[in-house]
Antibody
Framework: QVQLQQSGAELAKPGSSVKISCKASGYTFTSYYISWIKQTTGQGLEYIGYINTGSGGTNYNEKFKGKATLTVDKSSSTAFMQLSSLTPDDSAVYYCARGRWYFDFWGPGTMVTVSS | DIQMTQSPSVLSASVGDRVTLSCKASQNINKNLDWYQQKLGEAPKLLIY???NLQTGIPSRFSGSGSGTDYTLTISSLQPEDVATYYCYQYNSGPTFGAGTKLELK
C-alpha cells in the first residue's frame, strides 16, 4: 500500500534551518511528483511547491521561493524540504503529498515550531 | 493570485440531508479544481479531482460539479463520518486552497 512517512516534529530557533523528510513506499517513487503543503490555524492550507522525483526539477509558489528548497534522493525513495531563515511565521504543520495537480496520498504531517 | 472563497464557513446538517458546499474562484479556473476532506487531527484526503472525478475508494454519495468560477461539492445523504472540514483547491494558476467549510451534525 502507498505510504508517505514523514520525519518527526522539529523545534527550531529563529534564523536557523530545518530539513523535513518524506519517505515513500508501496509504489514506484519516480513515477509521481511529490508536493509540499503548509497548514496553519491562521493561514489555512498553502501550497509550497513540487518536485519531479525523476528529474529533480522543482516548481515553487512565489511566496516560498527562498524559504523552501525541495530535493530528492531516489536511492532511498525520499523527498526532502529544507526551510531556511526560520521565523515564528514558519511554525506550522508541513505535509508531503503524492502528485502535482491533485494529491492522492498524504503524509501524516511534520510539526515545525520556531521559538527562541 | 486566484482567491478561492468557500461558503458557508460552517454548515450544520442532519444525517440523511443533501448537503451542498460552494467554492467560488476570483477568475476562471477551467475546472482545475479538487476537493479535500480533513478530519480533526488527520491529513487532508482527496475526494474529487478535476471538478467531478471521484477518487478511488470514496463513497458515491460525494460528487462535484462546476465550471468557470463556480464549483460545488455535494453529499447526497450526509453520514456521521462525513463530519470534517472540506477544502477546495485550484491549480489553474498559482495554486491556492479555499479557507474551508466546517461541516457539523445538527
Amino acid at each position: 500500500q502507498v505510504q508517505l512517512q514523514q520525519s518527526g516534529a522539529e523545534l527550531a530557533k529563529p534564523g536557523s534551518s530545518v530539513k523535513i523528510s518524506c519517505k515513500a513506499s508501496g509504489y514506484t517513487f519516480t513515477s509521481y511528483y511529490i508536493s509540499w503543503i503548509k497548514q496553519t490555524t491562521g493561514q489555512g492550507l498553502e501550497y509550497i511547491g513540487y518536485i519531479n522525483t525523476g528529474s529533480g526539477g522543482t516548481n515553487y509558489n512565489e511566496k516560498f521561493k527562498g524559504k523552501a528548497t525541495l530535493t530528492v534522493d531516489k536511492s532511498s525513495s525520499t523527498a526532502f524540504m529544507q526551510l531556511s531563515s526560520l521565523t515564528p511565521d514558519d511554525s506550522a504543520v508541513y505535509y508531503c503529498a503524492r502528485g502535482r495537480w491533485y494529491f492522492d496520498f498524504w503524509g501524516p504531517g511534520t510539526m515545525v515550531t520556531v521559538s527562541s | 493570485d486566484i482567491q478561492m472563497t468557500q461558503s458557508p464557513s460552517v454548515l450544520s446538517a442532519s444525517v440523511g440531508d443533501r448537503v451542498t458546499l460552494s467554492c467560488k474562484a476570483s477568475q476562471n479556473i477551467n475546472k482545475n479544481l479538487d476537493w479535500y476532506q480533513q478530519k480533526l487531527g488527520e491529513a487532508p484526503k482527496l475526494l474529487i479531482y478535476f471538478t467531478n472525478n471521484l477518487q478511488t475508494g470514496i463513497p458515491s454519495r460525494f460528487s462535484g460539479s462546476g465550471s468557470g468560477t463556480d464549483y460545488t461539492l455535494t453529499i447526497s445523504s450526509l453520514q456521521p463520518e462525513d463530519v470534517a472540514t472540506y477544502y477546495c483547491y485550484q491549480y489553474n494558476s498559482g495554486p491556492t486552497f479555499g479557507a474551508g467549510t466546517k461541516l457539523e451534525l445538527k
